[in-house]
């Protein structure tokens, strides 16, 4: 009888051990299945973003690129002259952006990008801007051939050639994109263009934009490449001294940055 009872005691401890081990393991079994389901997940969501992204690229890539070249009434040769003609500087974080056509008429519209900007630090004018946001149109942007006046010098386009959008870039340069940190020095006055909200414009469009180089940590103003008609050595020259010219403007701006609270 005590053998007997012995056995079976045994028998019970081994059950009730076996099934907490398999317990546990099924509980173990559970939780790892659950982390690798949220990593997949994860890695799902990034590789959508990722893949959204690229179809985003590839889809701007595809639309035309028109240059238009950009007359500066003003020689921006130093960050002082910039400052001067600016109703302001500011430091900030685009955080949104969307095409703008603004129409006129009588004649051809012209392609401006939105940028909502979140200011960070004023540099020069309303510092009571810090930590709101304010509207820059840039020129350029995405516009259709048909408001781009295209069916005026081209009477044989077809209508669907004619909502075709192309992408409109002064001199070649891309604009600001969410994301972005960038200085801009900014002018309100537009003269007698109309809209339906209050916004800001660069002051010479690219030469008063600087944007964060991620790399360096620095903001540059990025300046097209000049195609000269007098041939290699003067554009070499030419290149060679805005380029000097630039360089010091960039390390001022750096400067004024770090000294600006």
């Known amino acids: 009888m005590n053998k007997q009872l012995f056995i079976l005691t045994f028998f019970i401890l081994v059950f009730t051990t076996s099934s907490g081990c398999s317990s546990q393991k099924s509980i173990q079994n559970v939780d790892k299945k659950n982390k690798t389901e949220e990593k997949i997940n994860a890695t799902n969501e990034y ?10 690229k590839s889809t701007e890539t595809e639309k035309e690129v028109v240059m238009t070249s950009s007359a500066m009434a003003i020689e921006f040769d130093s960050l002082e002259t910039i400052k001067k ?76 050639e004619l909502q075709e959008e192309v992408i409109v870039q002064s001199d070649g340069l ?15 006055d537009m003269g007698d263009m109309l809209t ?11 030469q008063s934009r600087f944007k964060k ?3 360096t940590d ?24 805005e ?11 750096n400067q004024l940055v770090e000294t600006t609270k």
């Open 47 to 56: 590789t959508k973003e990722m893949k959204s992204s690229e179809k985003k």
């Open 85 to 160: 003609t600016s109703t302001l500087g500011v430091e900030g974080l685009v955080v949104a952006e969307e095409p703008y056509v603004h129409t006129q008429e009588g004649g051809p519209s012209t392609p401006y990008t939105k940028l909502v900007l979140e200011v960070t630090k004023v540099l020069s004018g309303d510092t009571s801007l810090v930590g709101q946001t304010i509207i820059i149109l840039e020129s350029g942007g995405e516009i259709t051939k048909e408001e781009l006046g295209f069916k005026e010098k081209f009477p044989g386009m077809t209508e669907e």
């Open 174 to 188: 891309e604009n600001t994109r969410v994301g972005e940190e960038i200085i801009g020095f900014l002018t309100n």
């Open 196 to 206: 339906e909200f209050p916004f800001y414009s660069f002051m010479g469009e690219y």
């Open 213 to 215: 180089n991620e790399e």
């Open 218 to 241: 620095r903001f540059e103003r990025e300046l097209p490449e000049k195609g000269f008609e007098e041939g290699q050595k003067y554009r070499r020259s030419v290149a060679s001294e």
């Open 243 to 253: 380029e000097i010219r630039n360089n010091a403007i960039n390390d001022e701006l």
